[in-house]
């Protein structure tokens, strides 16, 4: 069985910072694209940040020089560093691994989801 489980999340104030953390567990074969998505309440859920299994990145305008995305391949990890967060940063943010596994086709999974709220 496959799973992404994130951590990391938590209460922060305005201006503070916090890292997100995501593990892949199971039967891997390999893992491409990596990502950070969120999702506040009322709005769609959108792209925070992506890392190709090369290391090239992709980030949100409303992130950028703010956020930090790396994966570590050897751990099938990946995380977020968040700086300088604004309340507008307040969402469920989930991790997204699109990986081949033991006895499947290449397909999307999600993580269940932390919560970030950032608030005085």
């Known amino acids: 069985q496959v799973q992404l489980v994130e951590s990391g999340g938590g209460l922060v104030q305005p201006g503070g910072s916090l890292r997100l953390s995501c593990a892949a567990s199971g039967s891997i074969r390999s893992i491409n694209f990596m990502a950070w998505y969120r999702q506040a309440p009322e709005k769609q859920r959108e792209l925070v940040a992506g890392?190709?299994?090369?290391?090239?990145?992709n980030y949100a305008e409303s992130v950028k020089g703010r956020f930090t995305i790396s994966r570590d391949n050897a751990k099938n990890t990946v995380s977020l560093q968040m700086n300088s967060l604004k309340p507008e940063d307040t969402a469920v943010y989930y991790c997204y691994a699109d990986m081949s596994v033991l006895w499947s086709s290449r397909r999307a999974y999600w993580g269940q989801g932390t919560q970030v709220t950032v608030s005085s």
């Open positions: 890392i190709s299994s090369g290391g090239t990145t």
